[in-house]
Structures are given as structure tokens and as C-alpha cells.
């Protein structure tokens, strides 16, 4: 009996031993801002022109540097059900006539998708660029301004409004005051301006609405939501063998998806500065 009690607790020892060895995952924690602006979220803000020679010299020296971290897969902000779509654009890139398809449009072309994560995948010699957007989510903006206006929250409208703002002022003055790529992507991963994101949620517009309305509550769970499926998205494709991956998403997504992988012991965040310096 006392044999069976003993191997059963070396087994224990050796099992934790492994686990312990085994070291979290990195994931490059890459922010950016939309290089081809639809106009479609709620700062608005001025165009960067990524098709410049500067730009185009400053987007090879970072996927230099990208290529030097290693990262074993690259995720995008791409709807994850369209994967085969990506996989197509991507084989184009690869042999080289991408660019020079007249049947893509400017957002093919000026998208950070193509001008980065292809780029840095390529000079991996990756076959593939992995989908991870989740885009069935509702963000009823609309109702939250309507509701708070019903039920006299007019210094939260304002405050929502005014955050926003401060963000595209901010933004504006990178591009107006000839700002690098570089250092426009290091203001966004800033984590000032990520504090800034997570309390617009959790501090201002989780607190909209009535006695039975909860619009804001809502809004913000729907944003959590989202980047919960997105990080689960990834998480799936994550194996033992990888020990370095990245993620080149919009910086607010970052901001959340960034303090719930601070609570995970299988996956370490690693800042965007770390790797570009």
C-alpha cells in the first residue's frame, strides 16, 4: 500500500514538474489604427497616408523587426468565418500580384491586414494569416445617447462625447505633427490612452440608463463580449509549440483583450515597444 501511495505521488511531482516547465505562451500585443479609414467608428479622425515612400520604408523596418521576434502565427482582425477569404488574398500576396490586381479596391490595398500582417507573415515564410475578428455583436450607440437624454443624464452624454473627442484631437495632432508610423503606434498602445478605452466602458457608459433600463450595461458587455470570443478564437489555435505569438488588432481591442490575458498563466502579454526598440 505504502508503494502505491509513493508512485502515485511521484506521478503528482512529475506531472506538476512538466507543467510548471512549460512557459506561457507571448503574445505581441499589436494596436493600430485602421491604415485604410472607412469612417465607420465612432472617433472620427484623419486619414494617414500608409501608401507613402516613408510609410512603406518605416512598414519594412517593422516587419524587419517582427521577423526578428518570431512569432510562429500572426492573428488579424478578420471575420473568423471568412478564413478561407483571407487565405486567398494571402496566396495572392505570396506570389506577388496582389498589389497589382486591378479587382481589388483602396481597402484591400491600404488595409493593415495587407500592409503589415501580410508583409511580416511573408518574411516569416508563413502559409497562413489567421482570422480572429467576431463581428456578431450589437453596439446600440444610438439608444444609449436617446436613453440617457429620456432619463436626464446629460453630463454622461457629454462625458461620452467628450472622451471621444478628446481621442480624435489627440489622433489628429499625431498626423498634423508629421508623426511616424511608429510613434503614432506607440501613442495608441500607450497605456494612459488604454485606461482612457477600459474606464469609457466600465466608468461612464456602463452607467446609462433607467430603473429597468440597462442600455449602457448592455453596450458594454456586448464590447466584452466581442473580445471574449476573439481572444476564444485565438486561444483554439494556440498549441504547446508555440511559444511566440502576435496579434495586429485595433488598439482599443487590444486595451481589453490585453488586461484579460494579465489574469491568464498560459499566455503573456508583450508590449509593442518591447519588439519595435
Known amino acids: 500500500m505504502k508503494k502505491i501511495w ?67 502565427k500572426i492573428f488579424v482582425e478578420w471575420e473568423y468565418n471568412e478564413q478561407e477569404q483571407l487565405d486567398s488574398l494571402y496566396n495572392l500576396y505570396l506570389v506577388g500580384t496582389y498589389f497589382e490586381n486591378p479587382k481589388l479596391s483602396k481597402f484591400y490595398k491600404q488595409n493593415e491586414i495587407f500592409q503589415l500582417a501580410f508583409r511580416a507573415a511573408k518574411k516569416l515564410g508563413h502559409a497562413k494569416v489567421y482570422a480572429m475578428d467576431y463581428t456578431d455583436a450589437n453596439f446600440p450607440f444610438d439608444s444609449l445617447m436617446e436613453i440617457a437624454q429620456k432619463n436626464n443624464q446629460v453630463a454622461l452624454q457629454e462625458e461620452i462625447m467628450q472622451t471621444i473627442q478628446e481621442f480624435s484631437v489627440s489622433f489628429d495632432a499625431q498626423i498634423d505633427a508629421d508623426k511616424s508610423l511608429t510613434e503614432i503606434l506607440y501613442f495608441l498602445n500607450s497605456s494612459s490612452l488604454r485606461q482612457k478605452d477600459m474606464s469609457l466602458y466600465t466608468q461612464t457608459i456602463n452607467k446609462v440608463g433607467g430603473q429597468d433600463n440597462f442600455v449602457g450595461a448592455y453596450l458594454a458587455s456586448e464590447w466584452y463580449r466581442r473580445n471574449l470570443y476573439m481572444l476564444s478564437i485565438m486561444q483554439r489555435q494556440i498549441t504547446n509549440e508555440d511559444e511566440r505569438v502576435m496579434m495586429l488588432l485595433g ?27
Open 251 to 277: 488598439s482599443s481591442h487590444v486595451a481589453l483583450i490585453n488586461k484579460i490575458i494579465s489574469t491568464h498563466s498560459n499566455l503573456k502579454g508583450i508590449e509593442l515597444q518591447e519588439v519595435l526598440e
Open 6 to 72: 509513493l508512485f502515485l505521488f511521484l506521478s503528482l511531482c512529475i506531472s506538476f514538474s512538466v507543467i510548471a516547465q512549460h512557459k506561457p505562451t507571448e503574445v505581441l500585443l499589436f494596436g493600430t489604427f485602421h491604415f485604410n479609414n472607412p469612417g465607420l467608428d465612432a472617433a472620427k479622425t484623419k486619414s494617414f497616408d500608409i501608401e507613402s515612400e516613408k510609410s512603406q520604408t518605416e512598414l519594412d523596418e517593422i516587419a524587419e523587426k517582427i521577423k526578428v521576434y518570431n512569432p510562429s
